[in-house]
């Protein structure tokens, strides 16, 4: 996938100015910047949920999975169906459940996602994102609202469930650079 010249403003702020680079089919990448420099803007622009204002991108691939800023999950459904309203064709209950439980949600799974904690929200969208068919895996700042025993615990779910795959991850903290084995691209 190749980003070639994209530039977006926003008003008369200018924020993301001719960017260029290639991802490379499963390499993983942490995007990193200071709160406003555009991280989210590039993802959304990746997921064509925004449109540059000029540039283009090149063989992006046509499934892309995304956990967003915000969790997006439907408030009064299980965590099981929250997973299940976007991935049931293709995996079982079963499947669902178990990654649920591997995140440390056991207990939770059927509990209406309105009831959980920030953290516990989180990897629900983050088990609705594993759990979808993606060629790309884009997450945006996945590890917020959670302890440091969770963070590592999700890191090496996240390592597991996208080997292979390209990972773009958006974040604040260089040490997911390091345990996620991706490169930083600065913004």
């Known amino acids: 996938m190749i980003l070639k010249n994209i530039h977006k403003s926003f008003g008369d702020k200018s924020v993301l100015n001719n960017l260029s680079f290639e991802l490379k089919i499963g390499s993983r990448t942490c995007i990193m910047g200071a709160s406003g420099s555009g991280k989210t803007t590039l993802l959304n622009i990746i997921l064509g949920l925004i449109k540059p204002d000029s540039g283009e991108i090149i063989d992006l691939p046509n499934r892309i999975s995304a956990v967003f800023q915000e969790d997006r999950l439907c408030e009064p459904y299980s965590a099981v169906k929250n997973v299940f309203a976007v991935t049931?064709?293709?995996?079982?209950?079963?499947?669902?459940?178990?990654?649920?439980?591997?995140?440390?949600?056991?207990?939770?799974?059927?509990?209406?996602?309105?009831?959980?904690?920030?953290g516990m929200r989180r990897r629900v969208a983050l088990a609705r994102a594993l759990l979808a068919r993606g060629d790309v895996f884009i997450l945006d700042e996945p590890f917020k609202g959670l302890d440091e025993e969770t963070r590592a615990n999700v890191i090496d779910v996240i390592n597991r469930y996208t080997k292979g795959k390209t990972l773009i991850v958006s974040t604040h903290d260089i040490r997911d650079a390091s345990d996620l084995g991706a490169e930083i691209f600065n913004l």
Do not use: D, F, M, Q
């Not at 064709?89 to 459940?97: A, D, F, R």
């Not at 207990?107 to 920030?118: D, F």
């Open 88 to 118: 049931g064709k293709e995996n079982g209950y079963e499947k669902i459940v178990a990654l649920l439980r591997e995140l440390g949600l056991e207990g939770s799974e059927h509990l209406p996602v309105s009831t959980l904690s920030g």
